[in-house]
C-alpha cells in the first residue's frame, strides 16, 4: 500500500535553532501534503496546507515565518521550525493525498521535537 | 467551528474483552465521520468511516455507527486482542468538504490490551 515516510521520528534541539522535518510519499506522488502538530492529550491540529510548487496555505493562528514548509517535489514535503523554543516542543505529522481533492489521504509516522 | 471530543484513556483492558471508545462531536450540517489507528512506530491509519447519518462503519471487528440524533460515532469492538493496542482518533470534516487533510481530530485514546 502507499506509504508516507516522516525523518527524523525523534530530534532534540537547543533553543534557538532550526529543525527541518521531511515528509516523503514513498510510492505515489502527492500534489498536496499536510502538517499537523499535536501537544500532549490535545487533538492533532492542522497547521498548513502545502502545494507543490506554491505557497503554503496556513491556519489561522500558525506563524508562517516560525513554520517554514517547502513542497519542492511531487513527493517531498518538509517543515523547518526556525528558532525553535521549548514552547515548539511537539509532536508534528504530515499527510499526503493520493489523488486529487478527496482521494485517500496516508499519515506519516509522526516526529517528536523536544526543544531544551 | 467543528470539534471532536473523545474519551479519554488510556483505556486497558484484557484478551477478548469487549471495547468501546466514545467519540461525540459538533459540527453544522452532516459531516463525515472517521476513525484512524495508530499502531507504535507507524502513521495513521484509515480504520473505518460513515458519511451519512445512521451509516456503520466496519473493519477489522471494529465497529461504528453515525447517530445524527446523539452527535456521537462511538467506536465498539466485541473481543479485543493486544494486537489491537494502539491510539485511536476519531475525526470528521465539514459537510462538503473538498479535502480529506482538512480533518478535525479529537485527541486520541490509548487502548493497551492485556493477554
Known sequence: ?116 | GNSVTQMEGPVTLSEEAFLTINCTYTATGYPSLFWYVQYPGEGLQLLLKATKADDKGSNKGFEATYRKETTSFHLEKGSVQVSDSAVYFCALISAGGTSYGKLTFGQGTILTVHP
Open chain 1, 1 to 116: 500500500g502507499a506509504v508516507v515516510s516522516q525523518h527524523p521520528s525523534r530530534v532534540i534541539c537547543k533553543s534557538g535553532t532550526s529543525v527541518k522535518i521531511e515528509c516523503r510519499s514513498l510510492d505515489f506522488q502527492a500534489t498536496t501534503m499536510f502538517w499537523y502538530r499535536q501537544f500532549p492529550k490535545q487533538s492533532l491540529m492542522l497547521m498548513a496546507t502545502s502545494n507543490e510548487g506554491s505557497k503554503a496555505t496556513y491556519e489561522q493562528g500558525v506563524e508562517k515565518d516560525k513554520f517554514l514548509i517547502n513542497h519542492a517535489s511531487l513527493t517531498l514535503s518538509t517543515l523547518t521550525v526556525t528558532s525553535a523554543h521549548p514552547e515548539d516542543s511537539s509532536f508534528y505529522i504530515c499527510s499526503a493525498v493520493r489523488g486529487v481533492g478527496t482521494g485517500e489521504l496516508f499519515f506519516g509516522e509522526g516526529s517528536r521535537l523536544t526543544v531544551l
